[in-house]
């Protein structure tokens, strides 16, 4: 029996929305390739189009799309992107979303709320996705969500590497700024030389959002560097309570690191002012000059992200990016 055999390569396509077209260009240049053409625009009533100036016909089609504030329009703008694209014969579809929406809402905390977190993972389903690629969630149970592979990928080496060239690393504590985030501290004291461990105690009130309290520290750090950990910061009161507590607590310095720079406000103005000596954070979202402030140190995510994209496109490992340990 004769059959047909198709000829020729794969083809990776880069498409992404318009939320953070600074990270996407740095994406692609770390590829050595070009984005593709988009022609995007919002319809006087905010209806969103999308269309590829370009055929995708059996590409591998990534998907890049940041989600700052407004976050809901953003998500939208990706979702078409995912359909246009898979109305469009791409073979394979990966959302590259590297802050995951609705991260924060991943259980059930009390009774009648919603799991939106599951949610987008479902709506990236429907809209035609194959494959998701994150940086850092919320919490790991997200990867579930999902009804397909999922990629998630970790700031902790590039954030760490950069704090071991600023402090010592024989008088570092890694500081959690809660209970739930411990184990990612002792992946930070891991790659910190084996760094002792501390976490600030606090309450939150589950009516009122972005409101904690910080309470007390447990653990050592009185006259260490604290290097105090989160995935993300949104309006800045638990981190910027936390490093008070630290501070009254002996601390001799204090060095935050965080992978989302959410920054709503009044974020920037509590970090300048909560005494911290520096505030590292990756640029997952974009950061407006409005938001900067004098110790924010902003890392690129990109060439991470444009491994991890390289490694799927190749049929390759990401854990291999991370030493075995995603």
Same mark, same amino acid.
């Not at 055999?5 to 396509?13: I, S």
């Not at 940041?66 to 959302?95: C, G």
């Not at 991943?106 to 939106?116: A, F, N, T, V, Y």
């Given at each position: 029996m004769s059959e047909i055999t198709a000829r020729g390569e794969k083809k990776l396509v880069l498409a992404a929305g318009r939320a953070h077209p600074e990270l996407a !260009? @740095?994406?692609?240049?770390? *590829?050595? +390739? @070009? %984005? %593709?053409?988009? /022609?995007a625009y919002d319809f006087a009533n905010g209806e969103i189009y999308v269309r590829s100036a370009e055929s995708v016909r059996g590409t591998d089609a990534f998907v890049i799309q940041a989600h700052p504030a407004p976050l809901n329009n953003w998500l939208m703008e990706q979702l078409i992107m995912i359909d246009s694209l898979k109305r469009a014969s791409a073979k394979r579809i990966t959302v590259v979303s590297p802050f995951y929406p609705y991260a924060r809402q991943d259980k059930k905390g009390r009774g009648r709320e919603p799991i939106s977190a599951r949610l987008v993972a479902d709506l990236y389903k429907t809209a035609g996705a194959d $494959?998701?690629?994150?940086? /850092? *969630?919320?919490?790991? !149970?997200? !990867?579930? =969500?999902f009804d397909g592979p999922v990629d998630h990928l970790m700031a902790i080496p590039l954030l760490a590497d950069y704090i071991r060239t600023k402090v010592e690393a024989d008088n570092i504590t890694v500081v959690s700024p809660? +209970? &739930? $985030?411990? $184990?990612v501290a @002792? !992946?930070?004291?891991?790659? %910190? &030389?084996?760094?002792p *461990? #501390? =976490?600030?105690?606090?309450?939150?009130? %589950?009516?009122v959002p972005n409101q904690a309290v910080s309470k007390t520290v447990v653990g050592q750090i009185e006259g260490r560097t604290c290097v105090l950990i989160d995935d993300m910061i949104d309006t800045g009161g638990t981190i910027s309570g936390a490093v008070q507590v630290l501070k009254n607590a002996g601390a001799k310095d204090v060095i935050i690191a965080c992978t989302h720079a959410v920054f709503s406000e009044p974020a920037a103005q509590r970090l300048a002012d909560s005494g911290a000596r520096e505030v590292v954070v990756t640029n997952t979202l974009p950061i407006p000059a409005d938001k900067r402030f004098p110790q924010l140190t902003v890392l690129s995510i990109a060439p991470l992200i444009?491994? #991890?994209?390289? @490694?799927? =496109?190749? /049929?390759g490992s990401v854990t291999s990016l991370f030493d075995g340990k995603a």
């Amino acid at each position: 029996m004769s059959e047909i055999t198709a000829r020729g390569e794969k083809k990776l396509v880069l498409a992404a929305g318009r939320a953070h077209p600074e990270l996407a !260009q @740095e994406i692609a240049k770390e *590829l050595e +390739t @070009e %984005l %593709l053409p988009i /022609d995007a625009y919002d319809f006087a009533n905010g209806e969103i189009y999308v269309r590829s100036a370009e055929s995708v016909r059996g590409t591998d089609a990534f998907v890049i799309q940041a989600h700052p504030a407004p976050l809901n329009n953003w998500l939208m703008e990706q979702l078409i992107m995912i359909d246009s694209l898979k109305r469009a014969s791409a073979k394979r579809i990966t959302v590259v979303s590297p802050f995951y929406p609705y991260a924060r809402q991943d259980k059930k905390g009390r009774g009648r709320e919603p799991i939106s977190a599951r949610l987008v993972a479902d709506l990236y389903k429907t809209a035609g996705a194959d $494959r998701i690629m994150s940086v /850092d *969630l919320h919490t790991s !149970q997200i !990867q579930g =969500f999902f009804d397909g592979p999922v990629d998630h990928l970790m700031a902790i080496p590039l954030l760490a590497d950069y704090i071991r060239t600023k402090v010592e690393a024989d008088n570092i504590t890694v500081v959690s700024p809660d +209970t &739930g $985030r411990v $184990r990612v501290a @002792e !992946q930070w004291a891991e790659r %910190l &030389g084996g760094a002792p *461990l #501390a =976490f600030v105690h606090k309450s939150r009130d %589950l009516t009122v959002p972005n409101q904690a309290v910080s309470k007390t520290v447990v653990g050592q750090i009185e006259g260490r560097t604290c290097v105090l950990i989160d995935d993300m910061i949104d309006t800045g009161g638990t981190i910027s309570g936390a490093v008070q507590v630290l501070k009254n607590a002996g601390a001799k310095d204090v060095i935050i690191a965080c992978t989302h720079a959410v920054f709503s406000e009044p974020a920037a103005q509590r970090l300048a002012d909560s005494g911290a000596r520096e505030v590292v954070v990756t640029n997952t979202l974009p950061i407006p000059a409005d938001k900067r402030f004098p110790q924010l140190t902003v890392l690129s995510i990109a060439p991470l992200i444009a491994r #991890a994209i390289r @490694e799927v =496109f190749d /049929d390759g490992s990401v854990t291999s990016l991370f030493d075995g340990k995603a």
